[in-house]
């Protein structure tokens, strides 16, 4: 057996959907799920005599990201036709960028659990997409929907830095979490408005020359990423331990059987015969022009995780989840506004409400409870009002019933009881009632202390002020 260790190499192509109202090339709607070529003009179906004309927002776009990812933006850029037959391109070839794309040589850093990692970016580009084939449904027909031809896409592309499958999932998030704070990509994954292709490659431990690389196509989610990657990794090593070349080709991942499969070999360069696009002139974007756009660039992940940090003093893991979508770092802060204690907020908004989230398979724009409803809750908690298990029951009742705190507490009669006659009178009661365990708890038998604070929790259905039972049982116990 070959004890030779192998390290992984991975480069990502993303392919990020721009959202911007028209497509890239005509006026026609990038809305989704509208009828099948109900959003289509001479142009994005490449009728012969009908000539683009550039959308300034989606150039303004990659613009944006190409700085929020500490790309330089090229003073001289251009588009190239890739040429290919398919039947979703009408034109027969499809408006992208090859040697003067947009932006170059930039970087994003990640931390997937080995400290921080730094991510060349390659370049970032500007194309168009393309329709749609549809195969089920229509018995031996195909359809094509061109809906989508002509919706502006960036691409782009990693360097082959990424070192494992969770780098290369967790280098996707921060790309979409950049992309969200920015707003230039939705970032949906499932309807496929962020896209990655994934090319992989293994090597002895120790070698400087990278091996053969292989695509891997049709990952929906974070998951399916790594998962693909992570069978790639163990084809290709058994393959070249077994003596068996790997084939520079395109893989699709099946998310049925969790294996990749052979899909064609990988096409070269030259088989696309680019060329200038003669149809679009070059750009030449103003230096005054990019500087406007950097200074509409908000505070991004990176340096809103390390403000939680400092400013608010919350540990790496909640300022990291916090700041992961900015809509959801805004509810932090705002609840911080309303006067709420940083890591009490973080508490409750990584716990309960996450939770509920989950359970109801929403996102934060669509949160029923509001950081107002929240700091409500935590400064009845903080006044003794409610006890925090009660605060609990009464978060979730506010979630769903979207009811004030007050007006749940009121209906429920679940105020917290901190007065000392009325626990005491419960304590007396649970003490009397139980005998032997009061007996053997007066012998020194001291684990038995939290079956008498149960006892009287249950009594009081969980009402009573844990701090005052506590201080009541101690005494009593003791025979005071
Ligand atoms: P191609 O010419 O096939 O398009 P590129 O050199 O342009 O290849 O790279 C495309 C992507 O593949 C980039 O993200 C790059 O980082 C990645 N890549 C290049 N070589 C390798 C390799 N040997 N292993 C893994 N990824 C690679
Ligand atoms: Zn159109
Ligand atoms: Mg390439």
Redesign the pocket.
């Known amino acids: 057996m070959s004890t030779i260790k192998f390290e992984t ?5 993303v392919h990020a959907q721009l959202l911007t109202e028209s497509k890239i090339f005509c006026g026609c709607s990038t809305k989704f799920g509208l009828p099948p070529n109900s959003q289509t003009c001479p142009v994005c179906t490449g009728m012969p005599g009908s000539l683009p004309v550039l959308n300034e927002k989606a150039l303004l776009f990659t613009i944006k990201t190409g700085l929020a990812t500490n790309c330089s933006i090229s003073p001289f850029s251009r588009f190239a036709r890739k040429n290919y037959f398919y039947p979703d391109l009408p034109k027969g070839y499809q408006i992208s960028q090859y040697e003067l794309p947009v932006c170059e040589h930039g970087h994003v850093d990640i931390n997937a659990g080995e400290g921080t990692r730094r991510i ?1 970016i ?1 370049r970032i580009h500007i194309e168009e997409d393309a329709g749609k084939n549809i195969h089920e449904g229509a018995g031996p027909y195909s359809f094509v929907d061109l809906n989508r031809a002509g919706v502006p896409l960036m691409e782009i ?6 070192r494992n499958p969770k780098e290369a999932s967790a280098y996707m998030r921060k790309l979409r979490a950049i992309l969200r704070y920015i707003g230039v990509c939705d970032g949906n994954m499932e309807q496929g408005s962020l896209r990655c ?5 293994v ?1 002895p431990e120790g070698s400087t020359r ?6 891997l196509k049709n990952m929906n989610s974070f998951k399916f990423v790594e998962k693909a990657l992570e069978y790639e990794v163990k084809r290709q090593i058994s393959a070249i331990k077994n003596g068996e070349p790997i084939f ?1 080709e395109t893989r699709l991942w099946d998310t049925v059987t969790g294996t990749t499969q052979s899909m064609r070999s ?4 030259h088989d696309y015969r680019y060329f200038p696009e003669p149809d679009l002139v070059p750009f030449m974007p103003a230096k005054e022009w990019v500087e406007d756009i950097r200074s509409a660039i908000p505070e991004l992940p990176d340096a809103r995780r390390e403000r939680f940090i400092s400013d608010y003093g919350l540990p790496e893991y909640d300022a990291e989840l916090l700041t992961s979508e900015k809509a959801l770092a805004e509810w932090f802060e705002e609840t911080l506004k309303l006067g709420a204690q940083p890591k009490a907020a973080s508490n409750w908004i990584m716990g309960e409400l996450m939770r509920l989230f989950n359970e109801d398979g929403i996102s934060i724009e669509e949160s029923p409870m509001t950081p107002a409803g929240l700091v409500e809750l935590l400064k009845l908690i903080d006044a003794g009002t409610i006890s925090g298990k009660i605060a609990k029951t009464v978060f979730e009742d506010m979630y769903k019933s979207r009811k004030t705190a007050a007006e749940i507490i009121k209906e429920k009669g679940l105020v917290q009881i901190s007065g000392t006659e009325e626990l005491g009178a419960v304590i007396d009661q649970v003490i009397s009632s139980n005998p032997g365990e009061t007996e053997r708890c007066r012998a020194g038998e001291e684990k038995l202390f939290g079956f008498f604070v149960g006892q009287v929790m249950k009594a009081t259905k969980g009402k009573g002020n844990p701090a005052v039972i506590n201080e009541l049982l101690k005494k009593k116990l003791a025979g005071q």
């Open positions: 190499v991975i480069g990502l192509e060349g390659t592309v990693s360097e082959p830095d990424l292709d994934a090319n992989i490659s090597r990278f091996g053969t690389k292989v695509e520079q990988k096409e070269e360069a």
